[in-house]
């Protein structure tokens, strides 16, 4: 039942960059884009035209001249950066989630996964690094089209070995009766997890457990209420994920006033430069900031875990 993993097709990211691959183009924290390398395309963008032939036989991590003199990166699609840049077909998880799934889940190398739905595939990713080299996650959609855009990106970010996506309705069907038993962790997405449930308890092994992941309280409720007579340890979590950004910013202090913002450490002066007063009159400095970023994601969804009863 376990697919074998090709050596060839692992996804090292020590190895160069060859023609085919796919990459991802960092221009700064909110600007990146997944591209194809292709001999012979370019890449145009506000730094200026970047050659695809000059990005071959580099290592991941470069950084790379236009005709310029801009610049930028070329990266590996890690799962971290997959979840920014991937085209969103549904909702996804983002990191903060998906960190917590996979702690709560147990999930370690060599791991059975089951997860329904696929989606925009963010979180199957990082659970496929997870279970890698020897694991798999069995992923699974009601939708063909979405189950087949999935299936084309785990192919080019070169996880596929690790991932098997098939088109089924969990809620109505069931899991597959193949992985009856076998199953470490389970993980569902769906509009009425409880629906899914029953088939959830047949699939784990002794000790497993299951992650439902609801963007609304009442589903939370009613998935509690169904877990109740075979799972144990139910516990429901809202992470919520705060960034704040530090940069430097100049100050103009006037008089003897050292003590820069509320907030700041001191300021660290610096010699005037013409037209700029001293000894008591307007000066410049520079200090180190912290604040919290202006457009913080909020409330994504709602994550229960349970653990299955042993009778």
């Known amino acids: 039942m376990m697919l074998p993993i090709d050596p060839a097709k692992k996804n090292s990211f020590q190895r160069r960059i060859s023609d085919g691959d796919l990459i991802i183009v960092y221009e700064r924290h909110d600007n990146m884009k997944a591209i194809k390398v292709c001999q012979g395309s370019e890449l145009q963008n506000r ?52 960190s917590f799934v996979i702690s709560y889940l147990e999930i370690v190398p060599g791991c059975l996964v089951l997860e329904s739905g696929t989606g925009s595939g963010s979180l199957t990713t990082s659970l496929a690094r997870a279970v890698a080299p020897s694991g798999h996650v069995y992923t699974f959609d009601f939708h063909e089209q979405r189950a087949a855009s999935a299936r084309e990106d785990f192919e080019r970010i070169g996880l596929s070995s690790l991932i098997t996506v098939d088109v089924r309705d969990i809620q109505g069907e069931g899991f597959p009766a193949e992985y009856c038993g076998v199953a470490d962790s389970v993980f569902l997405d769906l509009p009425q997890p409880w629906l899914a449930i029953p088939s959830a308890v047949k699939m784990l092994k002794q000790d497993g457990v299951l992650c439902s992941f609801s963007p609304c309280i009442e589903q939370v409720q009613r998935s509690s209420e169904t877990m109740r007579s075979d799972f144990t340890d139910i516990r429901t979590f809202e992470v919520l994920l705060r960034t704040y950004e530090v940069r430097e910013e100049r100050m103009k202090l006037s008089g003897g006033d050292k003590s820069g913002s509320l907030g700041s450490r001191p300021c660290k002066r610096r010699q005037p430069s013409s037209g700029e007063a001293i000894d008591g009159r307007e000066t410049a400095c520079s200090s180190i900031m912290a604040r919290p970023c202006s457009e913080s994601r909020g409330h994504t969804g709602y994550l229960t875990f349970a653990r299955l009863k042993c009778f």
């Open 47 to 98: 730094f200026g035209i970047f050659k695809h032939s000059d990005w071959i036989g580099r290592s991941f991590g470069s950084k790379v001249l236009s005709n310029k003199g801009g610049f930028v990166y070329l990266l590996a699609p890690t799962p971290e950066l997959w979840t920014l840049v991937l085209s969103h077909r549904t909702q996804i998880l983002y990191i903060a989630d998906i």
